[in-house]
């Protein structure tokens, strides 16, 4: 082992992580945003992905749905450190792979190509709910929604029929069912 | 039409609604609407500091002591960041704060103006929440949140940035209670319940070698904690140790105390929390200067640990029973359904402990608190046995800096009640303990306040002795100086090969002149056998004292669980160091 001398414990054996989607209801005010990611970056968690969008005008509340890799420990501390924030209302959490839940991310993506192109790229991006948006001779914009890892693959293969940007979102998440998070 | 205030009278009403009577502070452009306001409310008075950081562990050392929020009321820029250290300070101890910041005009912020620093950006990891103020008419309902977030759930600071516009601007005022309906610590209320009761009690009947491990969540929870605590430990008949923050909870002299535990704590604490089959965490943290390694921290015992922070409970430690509750509350639930149930437990109980006790009496036979004393030359260790043996009748408060003196003193001095002792643990903030000195003068003006020092954290916020003179607040700052940073000293002996690196203090101040200076009393001891004397000397003058006691250079402060190791294995004094392996050497 190199010579070290830091004034701290050795790290302990470190837990398999898993992938979560974590779900958090707060107050739109200025800062909101500060505060959330300030939280994951001061006390090292990371995110994957955000999303964020306010869905109750009159109350002014946010969604925040944050995608996160951690060990189950760490995963339980960013809930309950999300918890104690002034203007969190709620927070929920999903591991990756629950079957009572929804992921959804949208992908835009601009690609060089004439109309036999077009066709072909419709073609593959046929499962993932394709809404061309913008179309003109040399190039077309479409839409998809899908899976992250889905989109992932989809833009390789669309990278040799002519892809030249491309902008995602991050997940956003919902229960199936008639139930919601309370 | 309502009455219509400005924004600087909105706050002075705020805080006297809120009860205030003291605000530690520092003028400047940005704040000076409010200072201006000052001279309207005469049952607030303003302690000026020489620095704000100054002020801000005047504000803590006031909290700690009193129960009572402190307020802090800085200018814009250099006034609110020469206040994050005090307010990281007290974030990390725990302690109630409302700082107010004066900020540039709103439309100024964002042009990088005069003294204008992004505060609310540069606090918010530091602050439980802070709010930037843009309109008058919320600074009413902001600054009554501002103490309910401070004082409510596991207390902390928090920080109101009022732009200088807003402190012109006239606005509405009112006061309701309880404006804040949310979760503030992730729980609103929690009941306490009869299931969790009775688990918490089996535990406790079950166990054969049990140990009770406190914190300063006891001390938050108020004097009644403390209260309820004895209470519990003479019931159960249980051995006890603390946190250094929780010292004072339970009677230092009290034979069923172990003395503190963690990194310098005693042989009997570390082995008794190493060899328990139950450990009781009321209101403790399971913090690293405790745990050492986790993967070797106390493994063969059920923990319980209660914590009115739930982010606290599993963060370092898994536990077997979790309990978030405000400890006062808790203890009284508690104790209650354990009377009803457990009519003769002390001696029934007895013969399951008392093979625990005699274990614990072994280790308690290595005296691991002894240090070779001199006749020639003051050790620190016996400097403060001194200074305990002639203060202990008095009611006295003792604050520290960071370092050796620190942990001699938690070792040392013996207290008997909460809020007695107030040190910075968490951060380890040097320069906390002449500030806080002040505040708790303030808050106990008849009372004999102390600093234990050392004469290296000391000179970090040395001006503030002008502002003990210039309120006529005797406290006595007693440093043992071995004119080295000690425990960076110790360290680098230990650790690294005894190179001294930037850890001698060349050209130190003559202390007594300097306590001249600044129109104090300067004492110095020298030997053993003038120490008594010029203590006793100290505690009768009725003026600020700067003591200068020159002790040992190169004691070093015993015992020391030393890096790498769990807590069975500690390092009981000089004759017993011992080369400290590579891996150990990233532990300490």
Same mark, same amino acid.
């Given at each position: 082992?190199?010579?070290?001398? =830091?004034?701290?414990?050795?790290?302990?054996?470190?837990?398999?992580?898993?992938?979560?989607?974590?779900?958090?209801?707060?107050d739109?005010?200025?800062?909101?945003?500060?505060?959330?990611?300030? !939280?994951? =970056?001061?006390?090292?968690?990371?995110?994957?992905?955000?999303?964020?969008?306010?869905?109750?005008?009159?109350?002014?509340?946010?969604?925040?749905?944050?995608?996160?890799?951690?060990?189950?420990?760490v995963?339980?501390?960013?809930?309950?450190?999300?918890?104690?924030?002034?203007?969190?209302?709620?927070?929920?959490?999903?591991?990756?792979?629950?079957?009572?839940?929804?992921?959804?991310?949208?992908?835009?993506?601009?690609?060089?190509?004439?109309?036999?192109?077009?066709?072909?790229?419709?073609?593959?991006?046929?499962?993932?709910?394709?809404?061309?948006?913008?179309?003109?001779?040399?190039?077309?914009?479409?839409?998809?929604?899908a899976?992250?890892?889905?989109?992932?693959?989809?833009?390789?293969?669309?990278?040799?029929?002519?892809?030249?940007?491309?902008?995602?979102?991050?997940?956003?998440?919902?229960?199936?069912?008639?139930?919601?998070?309370? | 039409?309502?009455?219509?205030?400005?924004?600087?009278?909105?706050?002075?009403?705020?805080?006297?609604?809120?009860?205030?009577d003291?605000?530690?502070?520092?003028?400047?452009?940005?704040?000076?609407?409010?200072?201006?306001?000052?001279?309207?409310?005469?049952?607030?008075?303003?302690?000026?500091?020489?620095?704000?950081?100054?002020?801000?562990?005047?504000?803590?050392?006031?909290?700690? =002591?009193?129960?009572?929020?402190?307020? !802090?009321?800085?200018?814009?820029?250099?006034?609110?960041?020469?206040?994050?250290?005090?307010?990281?300070d007290?974030?990390?101890?725990?302690?109630?704060?409302?700082?107010?910041?004066?900020?540039?005009?709103?439309?100024?912020?964002?042009?990088?103006?005069?003294? %204008?620093?992004?505060?609310?950006?540069?606090?918010?990891?530091?602050?439980?929440?802070?709010? !930037?103020?843009?309109?008058?008419?919320?600074?009413?309902?902001?600054?009554?949140?501002?103490?309910?977030?401070?004082?409510?759930?596991?207390?902390?600071?928090?920080?109101?940035?009022?732009?200088?516009?807003?402190?012109?601007?006239k606005g509405?005022? /009112?006061?309701?209670?309880? #404006?804040?309906?949310?979760?503030?610590?992730?729980?609103?209320?929690?009941?306490?319940?009869?299931?969790?009761?009775?688990k918490?009690?089996?535990?406790?009947?079950?166990?054969?070698?049990?140990?009770?491990?406190?914190?300063?969540?006891?001390?938050?929870?108020?004097?009644?904690?403390?209260?309820?605590?004895?209470? !519990?430990?003479?019931?159960?008949g249980?051995?006890i140790?603390? #946190?250094l923050?929780?010292?004072?909870?339970y009677?230092?002299?009290?034979?069923?105390?172990?003395?503190?535990?963690?990194?310098?704590?005693?042989?009997?604490?570390?082995?008794?929390?190493?060899?328990?089959?139950?450990?009781?965490?009321?209101?403790?943290?399971?913090?690293?200067?405790?745990?050492?390694?986790?993967?070797?921290? =106390?493994?063969?015992? &059920?923990?319980?640990?209660?914590?009115?922070?739930?982010?606290?409970?599993?963060?370092?430690?898994?536990?077997?029973?979790?309990?978030v509750?405000?400890?006062?509350?808790?203890?009284?639930?508690?104790?209650?359904?354990?009377?009803?149930?457990?009519?003769?437990?002390?001696?029934?109980?007895?013969?399951?402990?008392?093979?625990?006790?005699?274990?614990? %009496?072994?280790?308690?036979?290595?005296?691991?608190?002894?240090?070779?004393? /001199?006749?020639?030359?003051? &050790?620190?260790?016996?400097?403060?046995?001194?200074?305990?043996?002639? #203060?202990?009748?008095?009611?006295?408060?003792?604050?520290?800096?960071?370092?050796?003196?620190?942990?001699?003193?938690?070792?040392?001095?013996?207290?008997?009640?909460?809020?007695?002792?107030?040190?910075?643990?968490?951060?380890?903030?040097?320069?906390?303990?002449?500030?806080?000195?002040?505040?708790?003068?303030?808050?106990?003006?008849?009372?004999?306040?102390?600093?234990?020092?050392?004469?290296?954290?000391?000179?970090?916020?040395?001006?503030?002795m002008?502002?003990?003179?210039?309120? &006529?607040?005797?406290?006595?700052?007693?440093?043992?100086?071995n004119?080295?940073?000690?425990?960076?000293?110790?360290?680098? %002996?230990?650790?690294?090969?005894?190179?001294?690196?930037?850890?001698?203090?060349?050209?130190?101040?003559?202390?007594?002149?300097?306590?001249e200076?600044?129109?104090?009393?300067?004492?110095?001891?020298?030997?053993?056998? %003038?120490?008594?004397?010029?203590?006793?000397?100290?505690v009768?003058?009725?003026?600020?004292?700067?003591?200068?006691?020159?002790?040992?250079?190169?004691?070093?402060?015993?015992?020391?669980?030393?890096?790498?190791?769990?807590?069975?294995?500690?390092?009981?004094?000089?004759?017993?160091?011992?080369?400290?392996?590579?891996?150990g050497?990233?532990?300490?």
């Amino acid at each position: 082992m190199a010579k070290s001398k =830091s004034a701290y414990s050795v790290p302990g054996k470190i837990g398999k992580t898993e992938r979560h989607i974590i779900v958090v209801w707060v107050d739109n005010e200025a800062g909101v945003l500060a505060r959330i990611a300030g !939280l994951f =970056s001061g006390r090292g968690y990371n995110i994957e992905s955000l999303a964020v969008a306010e869905v109750d005008k009159k109350k002014h509340i946010s969604r925040i749905t944050i995608v996160t890799e951690g060990t189950p420990q760490v995963i339980e501390q960013i809930n309950l450190q999300l918890k104690k924030l002034v203007p969190v209302h709620k927070v929920a959490d999903f591991k990756r792979g629950e079957k009572d839940i929804l992921f959804r991310e949208l992908a835009l993506f601009k690609m060089l190509a004439n109309a036999k192109k077009q066709e072909k790229i419709k073609k593959i991006c046929k499962k993932f709910n394709p809404v061309v948006l913008d179309k003109t001779n040399k190039s077309f914009v479409i839409q998809v929604t899908a899976l992250r890892a889905e989109i992932d693959k989809l833009a390789i293969d669309l990278k040799r029929l002519g892809l030249i940007s491309t902008s995602r979102t991050g997940a956003v998440a919902m229960t199936k069912g008639p139930k919601i998070f309370n | 039409m309502p009455k219509l205030f400005t924004g600087a009278e909105i706050v002075f009403k705020a805080l006297e609604d809120q009860k205030v009577d003291y605000i530690f502070g520092y003028p400047g452009g940005a704040v000076l609407p409010i200072y201006d306001e000052l001279k309207n409310h005469k049952s607030i008075k303003h302690i000026l500091a020489r620095h704000e950081q100054g002020a801000g562990h005047a504000a803590e050392g006031y909290a700690r =002591s009193s129960g009572k929020p402190g307020i !802090l009321l800085v200018t814009s820029g250099p006034g609110a960041t020469n206040a994050v250290t005090a307010l990281t300070d007290a974030y990390m101890d725990s302690v109630p704060l409302v700082c107010i910041s004066g900020q540039v005009p709103t439309h100024l912020i964002g042009t990088d103006a005069f003294q %204008e620093c992004d505060t609310t950006g540069i606090t918010r990891p530091c602050t439980k929440h802070n709010w !930037l103020v843009k309109d008058v008419n919320d600074l009413a309902r902001v600054l009554h949140l501002a103490f309910e977030v401070a004082t409510t759930g596991r207390p902390g600071p928090v920080l109101v940035d009022i732009p200088k516009d807003i402190q012109f601007k006239k606005g509405k005022y /009112s006061f309701s209670k309880s #404006t804040l309906k949310k979760k503030l610590n992730g729980r609103a209320t929690h009941k306490i319940s009869n299931n969790e009761l009775d688990k918490f009690i089996d535990l406790l009947k079950k166990s054969s070698k049990p140990i009770f491990y406190t914190g300063g969540g006891v001390i938050n929870s108020g004097p009644q904690a403390s209260e309820y605590l004895r209470e !519990l430990v003479s019931l159960t008949g249980f051995p006890i140790t603390s #946190t250094l923050q929780g010292l004072g909870a339970y009677p230092g002299d009290d034979p069923q105390f172990l003395g503190m535990l963690g990194m310098h704590g005693t042989f009997e604490a570390n082995n008794a929390m190493h060899d328990c089959d139950l450990m009781i965490n009321i209101g403790a943290r399971f913090d690293d200067r405790i745990t050492g390694k986790v993967d070797e921290f =106390s493994p063969g015992s &059920k923990k319980i640990h209660v914590d009115i922070d739930p982010s606290s409970i599993g963060k370092n430690i898994k536990v077997d029973l979790a309990i978030v509750s405000d400890v006062s509350e808790f203890l009284k639930s508690l104790i209650k359904r354990f009377k009803e149930k457990n009519k003769n437990f002390l001696s029934s109980n007895k013969q399951k402990t008392s093979k625990w006790w005699s274990t614990i %009496e072994k280790w308690r036979e290595k005296k691991s608190l002894n240090f070779i004393n /001199s006749n020639k030359i003051i &050790k620190p260790q016996h400097a403060v046995q001194r200074l305990y043996e002639l #203060t202990k009748d008095k009611d006295t408060f003792v604050t520290t800096e960071v370092g050796q003196h620190q942990m001699w003193a938690a070792q040392h001095y013996k207290f008997n009640k909460p809020n007695r002792w107030m040190t910075s643990g968490g951060l380890g903030t040097m320069g906390y303990g002449l500030p806080a000195a002040i505040g708790v003068q303030i808050a106990n003006p008849d009372k004999l306040v102390v600093d234990i020092a050392g004469e290296a954290s000391v000179l970090m916020t040395m001006q503030e002795m002008s502002t003990a003179v210039q309120y &006529k607040l005797p406290i006595k700052i007693f440093i043992l100086n071995n004119e080295y940073m000690g425990m960076v000293r110790q360290w680098q %002996e230990l650790l690294h090969e005894k190179n001294y690196s930037e850890s001698y203090t060349a050209a130190l101040p003559d202390f007594v002149k300097l306590a001249e200076s600044y129109g104090c009393v300067g004492m110095r001891a020298k030997t053993p056998d %003038e120490l008594d004397e010029k203590i006793k000397e100290m505690v009768n003058i009725d003026r600020p004292v700067i003591f200068d006691c020159l002790v040992d250079k190169a004691e070093n402060c015993f015992p020391m669980i030393p890096s790498g190791k769990p807590h069975n294995q500690m390092i009981l004094g000089p004759e017993e160091e011992e080369e400290i392996s590579d891996e150990g050497k990233i532990l300490v």
